[in-house]
Nanobody, 113 residues
Framework: VQLQASGGGLVQPGGSLRLSCAAS????????MGWYRQAPGKQRELVAG???????NYADSVKDRFSISRDNAKNAVYLQMNSLQPEDTAVYYC????????WGLGTLVTVSS
């Protein structure tokens, strides 16, 4: 299974980005997909998850700023990130919850003025 995350980049504090994740297999039967991130010197953490039925959950640090969605027809998962702050700087990955597939390279998000 391959997961290709994209959409990262450099953004100023307060800005927005939309991350996309394309899976090489059909995800409609996967109970829960999620977005994770790993900041320099820190462990990877789950920031948002979404079930096959569309139920979402978020880490407290991103609640009310990030929004996760999935398109089973396109085998894709998305993360809309608003009001980005420097502490959101990290490499972002998508995977199942818990993460069982290869993590891939992720996509780097840098929030800086």
């Amino acid at each position: 299974v391959q997961l290709q995350a994209s959409g990262g980049g450099l953004v100023q504090p307060g800005g927005s980005l939309r991350l996309s994740c394309a899976a090489s297999i059909r995800i409609f039967s996967i109970n829960k997909m999620g977005w994770y991130r790993q900041a320099p010197g820190k462990q990877r953490e789950l920031v948002a998850g979404i079930t096959s039925g569309g139920i979402t959950n978020y880490a407290d640090s991103v609640k009310d700023r990030f929004s996760i969605s999935r398109d089973n027809a396109k085998n894709a998962v998305y993360l809309q990130m608003n009001s980005l702050q420097p502490e959101d700087t990290a490499v972002y990955y998508c995977n199942t919850v818990p993460g069982v597939w290869n993590w891939g390279l992720g996509t780097l998000v840098t929030v800086s003025s």
